[in-house]
């Protein structure tokens, strides 16, 4: 609402009234700001600006820099580049970053008071998870260091010149693809470090396990915190890592946590002293919240912060004295931002947090903390992408950057109204949004659309979304909520859904919609539903369960469990933590669960919609769903977006045709078409 008042007062009423509103062309033209990053003094903070690239149809990044005032921003790269993962180095001198050269990603370091920028590595496979040494002589990172294809017999010698097939391809893996890649390459992500002057890299860990998470130098520069999951039974039990302190020169591990579950996100105090990191004991909940540590640097007298905070904390960084942390967590759809003592004294800082999904309105930011207790943050609303925010301490915070200025307010956007309702099931509370169309006049009537989140265990709230403002300019009420299953709003809520998906969420979802209709300005007669992943799971098992929607788009939906867990990108995962049996020891555990088993009552036109590198929801759960529907006689189409994984709108092109495909399905099952 602030960018519209904004424009209101600049304008005038009536020329906010005619103001276009937001369009396709208008995705393209978006920026948003990313992994803000704040000097070692203060006195500055470096951000990541993306921006979209119409010709090559990508969304490309640059380095920027603005004093804590906001004042003397300049880009420290440019081109039309993807430049990410700034680290300051400690003397706040220098900026390490990753980019790109003819061989993939690299890492590039650049002075910024001189300009000059040198390329660090010449890398075959792409490095991430910068972090420079406390004395800002080295830098270590992560790389996948490959294994040896394997073989299965041996083929006679190719003759010379002779054109043969490609080799056969062996497996023994139980995860060899992820979402976007249909192989991955065979090997294991090891922790290397480097001169940050240049030289030659080195590989610190070692062993058949992955070395993918955060790191941390020791204060004295001789060692490094990992994290791994080093155990013998890593493939088949993915969340079980740990946090190891390698000393660099000898390479010997020791243990500093050890458990069954996840530990994570370790950094270690600007004293030397404590290490802090997230994690929790495993249950194996489809669920379960990330909780926040502290121990000695040795990983002695371990103890938990928050044990009294239901919320999952998604990451947390050490003041700069040393005495308490900055953390980030989600709380009833929105992303928030707050302080903790040593002693547990929670202190809120922000609640703005947001801003970088874009496409659709899920909650998410990004912070960072650096010299005097500044921080800085993403801040985002319901018209408008991150932007960067910052402060110090607890004081208020004050805006940095407003990328969006000459476009979002002079659109005519959504307005977002919060609702809240019970749920006629058990009478808990439900949070929704309704997006209003631009200009709506409540004594009219309107389409309804309902819009529903993945996950299952993600939260929508309100938050800038490109897909909900251009359903709202063609004509429509959106609505969308938090159903149980959602996250932020506590274990409990979020596990209602614990080996019960879908179930009641139908139900909060159904009571959202009659909250809505109950305020007399939608046309009952034209009633549209869709979402994506657990969204899609859920807009396929409403159409099963009822007939009140006169079209549906189910997008990249999970539509038959079995196939689903065994075939996707992560099966060790989804069958140990969202079933309580494999799929052959409860079969019709796996089947009443799945939309395909109420197929039989489906009448609602139904159009499925999946990208075909998509190996998380399969493009073959949609071709199940859509030839039953055929083989029914059901009205159903199924959109296929070539190129496009899971993150379906990952490409501003790709976000548009899913957008244009769920409206045009829509229009042609208005009623209007076939009355002409």
């Known amino acids: 609402m602030r960018l519209l008042l904004t424009a209101c007062l600049f304008y005038g009423a009536s020329a906010l009234a005619s103001l276009p509103p937001f369009s396709a062309e208008d995705v393209f033209r978006l920026q948003y700001a990313s992994e803000p990053q704040v000097s070692p003094d203060g006195s500055f903070v470096v951000y990541t600006h993306n921006f979209m690239d119409i010709m090559?149809?990508?969304?490309?990044?640059?380095?920027?820099?603005?004093?804590?005032?906001?004042?003397?921003?300049?880009?420290?790269?440019?081109?039309?580049?993807?430049?990410?993962?700034?680290?300051?180095?400690?003397?706040?001198?220098r900026l390490a970053y990753l980019s790109r050269d003819d061989k993939g990603g690299q890492i590039f370091v650049h002075w910024l008071d001189s300009g000059e920028?040198?390329?660090?590595?010449?890398?075959?496979?792409?490095?991430?998870m910068l972090r420079w040494s406390r004395d800002g002589q080295w830098l270590a990172f992560t790389q996948l260091v490959p294994n040896t294809p394997v073989t299965m017999g041996q083929l006679p010698a190719k003759p010379k010149g002779a054109e043969w097939a490609e080799p056969a391809i062996v497996e023994q893996r139980t995860r060899f693809r992820e979402d976007g890649k249909p192989s991955l390459t065979d090997g294991f992500t090891q922790v290397f470090v480097i001169p940050a002057s240049g030289g030659a890299p080195r590989q610190i860990s070692s062993g058949n396990c992955d070395h993918s998470g955060a790191i941390a130098w020791t204060d004295d520069g001789k060692g490094l915190y990992i994290t791994a999951n080093c155990n013998p039974d890593w493939e088949t039990n993915p969340n079980n890592t740990d946090i190891y302190l390698v000393d660099l020169a000898s390479g010997e591990k020791q243990v500093i946590t050890?458990?069954?579950?996840?530990?994570?996100?370790?950094?270690?105090?600007?004293?030397?002293?404590?290490?802090?990191?997230?994690?929790?004991?495993?249950?194996?909940?489809?669920?379960?919240?990330?909780?926040?540590?502290?121990?000695?640097?040795?990983?002695?007298?371990?103890?938990?912060?928050?044990?009294?905070?239901?919320?999952?904390?998604?990451?947390a960084q050490w003041a700069a004295d040393s005495r308490g942390l900055y953390l980030q967590y989600d709380d009833q759809g929105l992303t928030k931002l707050a302080h903790v003592s040593l002693d547990g004294k929670l202190t809120p800082?922000?609640?703005?947090?947001?801003?970088?999904?874009?496409?659709?309105?899920?909650?998410?930011?990004?912070f960072d903390v650096g010299g005097k207790n500044t921080y800085a943050f993403t801040i985002g609303s319901a018209d408008s992408p991150a932007d960067i925010a910052a402060g110090r301490g607890s004081a208020q915070s004050h805006?940095?950057?407003?990328?969006?200025?000459?476009l979002l307010p002079h659109r005519a956007l959504a307005r977002v109204e919060e609702i809240r309702l019970k749920s006629s099931h058990d009478q808990r509370d439900i949070q929704a949004w309704v997006a209003y169309p631009p200009g709506f006049d409540p004594a009219k009537k309107y389409p309804l659309l309902l819009e529903i989140h993945g996950g299952p265990h993600t939260a929508y709230g309100p938050h800038f979304a490109a897909e909900i403002q251009l359903f709202a300019a063609a004509g429509y009420v959106v609505v969308y909520a938090n159903p149980r299953g959602s996250t932020s709003y506590g274990g409990e809520f979020a596990n209602l859904i614990h080996h019960n998906y879908p179930s009641e969420d139908y139900d909060d979802l159904m009571d959202t919609v009659d909250s809505v209709l109950a305020r007399g300005y939608i046309d009952t007669d034209q009633l549209y539903?869709?979402?994506?992943?657990?969204?899609?799971?859920?807009?396929?098992?409403?159409?099963?369960?009822?007939?009140?929607?006169?079209?549906?788009?189910?997008?990249?939906?999970?539509?038959?469990?079995?196939?689903?867990?065994?075939t996707s990108d992560n099966p060790a995962y989804f069958t140990r933590y969202w079933f309580p049996a494999m799929p052959w020891e409860d079969p019709m555990g796996y089947w009443k669960r799945s939309p395909l088993s109420l197929v039989g009552n489906v009448t609602t036109p139904t159009m499925l919609l999946t990208g075909e590198s998509d190996w998380r929801t399969p493009m073959w759960?949609?071709?199940?769903?859509y030839a039953a529907l055929k083989l029914r006689g059901v009205d159903a189409a199924l959109v296929r977006l070539p190129g496009a994984s899971h993150s379906i709108a990952k490409r501003p092109s790709q976000l548009l045709a899913k957008v244009s495909a769920i409206l045009t399905w829509f229009e042609q099952h208005n009623g209007e078409a076939q009355e002409e």
């Open 56 to 93: 090559e149809d990508q969304r490309r990044s640059n380095l920027w820099r603005v004093d804590l005032d906001g004042s003397n921003a300049r880009p420290v790269t440019t081109g039309a580049v993807n430049d990410s993962g700034a680290r300051i180095s400690p003397d706040g001198t």
């Open 117 to 128: 920028t040198l390329q660090l590595t010449r890398l075959e496979q792409k490095p991430g």
């Open 258 to 315: 050890e458990r069954a579950g996840p530990d994570n996100g370790v950094t270690l105090s600007p004293n030397g002293k404590l290490l802090a990191w997230t994690g929790y004991d495993d249950k194996y909940l489809g669920y379960q919240s990330n909780l926040v540590y502290v121990a000695n640097s040795d990983g002695s007298e371990r103890r938990e912060l928050l044990a009294e905070l239901d919320r999952s904390i998604d990451s």
């Open 349 to 366: 800082v922000s609640d703005a947090l947001g801003g970088l999904s874009v496409s659709r309105p899920y909650t998410g930011a990004s």
């Open 399 to 406: 805006r940095l950057t407003d990328l969006n200025k000459n």
């Open 529 to 566: 539903v869709t979402g994506g992943s657990g969204g899609g799971v859920l807009t396929a098992w409403i159409v099963g369960k009822t007939d009140r929607f006169r079209a549906a788009v189910v997008a990249k939906p999970v539509i038959n469990w079995a196939s689903f867990a065994l």
């Open 621 to 625: 759960e949609s071709e199940q769903f």
